[in-house]
């Protein structure tokens, strides 16, 4: 198991994005082929970007078939190279339930998971909380998706419980619990920078904002920078092009814009 002595993951990653001069967290999303082929695929990735990325994502796809063992050779690489994880699970579940996946996950070796608030504290995220906090561990929860289908969700009016007389948006209620509980951060997609910036009005500067959705699925770097975005967390766009490195190098430069 590791020790939680290190900072907390929002600093971490902050340190990193700021050293690196780069907000750009690579998606690693590899499941069609041989587990050996796979891995091997996902660490020259790394290698390939390495300098242009402050973190890496993988999605649970990944570890289902590179297996426990080599998801943890993975993550020793990668922390090797000087930057953090996340393991993209949108845990949904009980609390006993949460607590054993991310434990599992922190001993293989990651520094922070996705959780969706719709599972809501009590019996659901407390626990989980709880636990990946006393382990120095992040957590990112889901505010609003970049698909066209998060509007069904995220965007819907909802009274927020059986008193409420006005209605409210779904999304503004999951952004005030990410500050509530404490998240490192928040999920919103990029593919729709009018809801990043009212996501900003309520998340502050106290949970960062993780925007994947750029290139493959529509989103600009530009657009959701300017509206509030923290982090993009990109995958195929940089994955399957032809040359990963110039790729993540051109977004590290777009998404450090601001800062210059
Ligand atoms: P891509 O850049 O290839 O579209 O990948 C985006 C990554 O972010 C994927 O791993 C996906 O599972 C994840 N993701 C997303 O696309 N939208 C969300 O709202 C939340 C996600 O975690």
Aim: proline residues 4%.
């Amino acid at each position: 198991m590791r020790k939680s002595s290190q900072k907390p993951f929002k600093n971490r990653i902050l340190q990193s994005s700021r050293s690196k001069k780069t907000r750009i967290v690579l998606a690693i999303d590899v499941n069609d082929g041989p587990p050996k082929e796979l891995s091997d695929r996902a660490t020259d990735l790394i290698e390939q970007t390495l300098q242009w990325i402050c973190a890496v994502k993988l999605g649970r796809q990944t570890i289902l078939c590179i297996g426990p063992e080599r998801t943890a050779e993975l993550l020793r690489k990668i922390h090797g190279s000087g930057l953090t994880t996340i393991i993209d699970d949108k845990l949904n579940d009980i609390d006993e339930t949460n607590a054993a996946i991310t434990r599992a996950y922190h001993n293989l070796g990651f520094d922070a998971i996705t959780v969706n608030p719709f599972t809501g504290w009590k019996g659901g995220l407390e626990a989980t909380f709880k636990l990946a906090h006393e382990r120095g561990m992040g957590l990112l929860a889901l505010v609003y998706m970049s698909h066209p289908g998060a509007s069904e969700g995220y965007g819907q009016k909802i009274l927020s419980n059986a008193r409420s007389k006005k209605t409210r948006l779904e999304f503004e209620i999951f952004a005030e619990r990410a500050v509530k509980w404490k998240a490192d951060g928040a999920v919103v997609g990029a593919t729709r920078p009018s809801i990043v910036l009212r996501a900003k009005e309520i998340l502050g500067t106290s949970v960062p904002i993780f925007s994947p959705g750029v290139g493959t699925q529509g989103g600009e770097i530009a657009r959701s920078l300017k509206a509030g975005t923290d982090y993009f967390i990109i995958g195929r766009s940089i994955t399957t092009a032809k040359n990963p490195g110039n790729v993540a190098e051109e977004f590290a430069k777009a998404s450090v814009d601001l800062d210059t």
